[in-house]
């Protein structure tokens, strides 16, 4: 119908479902929604297996629970303001299975301490 729909710009940066502008910084601009069989996010940097280091510093239940009644959100994971304009999908899947392991060393230290009550109770 004359209307364009897909842009390549001669960098080579595609636009699709806009007037021909591709974001600053990206290689290519989608308006509408995207639906793909499977998307493979490469990583750059460690994936959080770290949370199961020995070393490893879980914060205690009352001091995360302090962080959350003053911030309303969880440590390490940006505010809901702060993501606005999106966010990395590799960034935050990263986020949640650190988050997800924390929770992890949460339940197997409550679990312990659970055990050693029933245990003294018998």
């Known amino acids: 119908n004359g209307?364009?729909?897909?842009?390549?710009d001669a960098s080579g940066?595609?636009?699709?479902?806009?007037?021909?502008?591709?974001?600053?910084g990206y290689m290519l601009s989608v308006v509408g929604?995207?639906?793909a069989e499977e998307v493979r996010v490469?990583?750059?940097g460690t994936w959080p297996d770290y949370v199961f280091a020995k070393d490893y510093k879980l914060l205690p239940l009352q001091t995360l629970k302090k962080y959350v009644l003053e911030n309303?959100?969880?440590p390490d994971v940006p505010a809901a303001e702060e993501m606005k304009d999106g966010i990395e999908i590799g960034k935050m899947n990263k986020m949640l299975m650190q988050k997800v392991e924390e929770l992890?060393?949460?339940?197997?230290?409550?679990?312990e301490e659970i055990q050693e009550l029933k245990n003294q109770h018998k």
């Open 3 to 8: 209307v364009g729909r897909l842009w390549v």
């Open 13 to 24: 940066n595609v636009s699709i479902g806009s007037n021909g502008k591709v974001a600053t």
């Open 33 to 35: 929604k995207v639906m």
């Open 42 to 44: 490469e990583l750059n």
């Open 72 to 74: 309303n959100h969880l």
């Open 104 to 111: 992890t060393l949460y339940v197997i230290q409550l679990n």
